[in-house]
C-alpha cells in the first residue's frame, strides 16, 4: 500500500541555517506529493506540493523537488528563520485510491535566534 | 478566504460518555475526511467521505465510532463511549474531490478532545 516515511526530528537549527528534511514515499501509482506544515494547536496547511516527476513545489523560501528515481520529496529552505518553528508532514494522495492523503509521522523543528 | 469549520474546539470528557464532533467543509468541496492525529504523530484516516457516500472507512473503530454526511455537506463524528485512548486531535479536512491529479486538502483547526 501506499505510505510516507520521513525523518524523524526534533530538528534545531539557528536562525538563516540551511534547512533539509527528508522524505520518501511508497506508492502503485503515480502520486501527487505534498508539504503541509503544523502550527502549536492548529490544524494543517498546504505549503507546497507537486504533481508529476521532476516538478518542484515552492512557496515562502521552501522548495521541495518530485524525484521519481529516488521515489523522494525531500524538503529545503536556504535560511530558515525563527518563525518556520513548526512541524512538517510530507504526504502522498492517490488517484487510485480516491485522492486519499496518507501523511509521514512529521519533524518538528525548533529555529533559535 | 473559505475555510473548513470545526467545533468544538476542544472537548473534555469522560471514560464512557459519548462526545460529538462537527466539521462544515468548504463550500463545494465534494470530498469529507476525518483524521485522527495522536500527539506527536501524523494523522491518520478514520473515514472518507465523497458527497454523503462512505468511500473508505476501514480504519474507523465501528464498534464504538460512527461518522455521518448525511446532505452531503456538513459532517458528524461520533465516540460512544469514549475511552483513555481517543484522546487526540480529531481534524476534519476537505477537497474537490474531482479526482484530478494534485488536488490538495484542506483542514480545519482540529478538536482537542481529552478523556478522562
Known amino acids: 500500500g501506499d505510505s510516507v516515511t520521513q525523518m524523524e526530528g526534533p530538528v534545531t537549527l539557528s536562525e538563516e541555517a540551511f534547512l533539509t528534511i527528508n522524505c520518501t514515499y511508497t506508492a502503485t501509482g503515480y502520486p501527487s506529493l505534498f508539504w503541509y506544515v503544523q502550527y502549536p494547536g492548529e490544524g494543517l496547511q498546504l505549503l507546497l506540493k507537486a504533481t508529476k516527476a521532476d516538478d518542484k513545489g515552492s512557496n515562502k523560501g521552501f522548495e521541495a523537488t518530485y524525484r521519481k528515481e529516488t521515489t523522494s520529496f525531500h524538503l529545503e529552505k536556504g535560511s530558515v528563520q525563527v518563525s518556520d518553528s513548526a512541524v512538517y508532514f510530507c504526504?502522498?494522495?492517490?488517484?487510485?485510491?480516491?485522492?486519499?492523503?496518507?501523511f509521514g509521522t512529521g519533524t518538528s523543528l525548533t529555529v533559535i535566534p | 478566504e473559505a475555510e473548513v469549520a470545526q467545533s468544538p474546539r476542544y472537548k473534555i470528557t469522560e471514560k464512557s460518555q459519548a462526545v460529538a464532533f462537527w466539521c462544515d467543509p468548504i463550500?463545494?468541496?465534494?470530498?469529507l475526511y476525518w483524521y485522527r492525529q495522536i500527539l506527536g504523530q501524523g494523522p491518520e484516516l478514520l473515514v472518507q467521505?465523497?458527497?454523503?457516500?462512505?468511500?473508505?472507512d476501514s480504519q474507523l473503530p465501528k464498534d464504538r465510532f460512527s461518522a455521518e454526511r448525511l446532505k452531503g455537506v456538513d459532517s458528524t463524528l461520533k465516540i460512544q463511549p469514549a475511552e483513555l485512548g481517543d484522546s487526540a486531535m480529531y481534524l476534519c479536512?476537505?477537497?474537490?474531490?474531482?479526482?484530478?491529479?494534485?488536488?490538495?486538502?484542506?483542514f480545519g483547526q482540529g478538536t482537542r478532545l481529552t478523556v478522562v
Open positions: 504526504a502522498l494522495s492517490d488517484r487510485n485510491t480516491g485522492n486519499q492523503f496518507y
Open positions: 463550500s463545494g468541496h465534494a470530498t
Open positions: 467521505f465523497q458527497d454523503e457516500s462512505v468511500v473508505d
Open positions: 479536512a476537505s477537497s474537490l474531490g474531482n479526482r484530478d491529479v494534485g488536488t490538495e486538502a484542506f
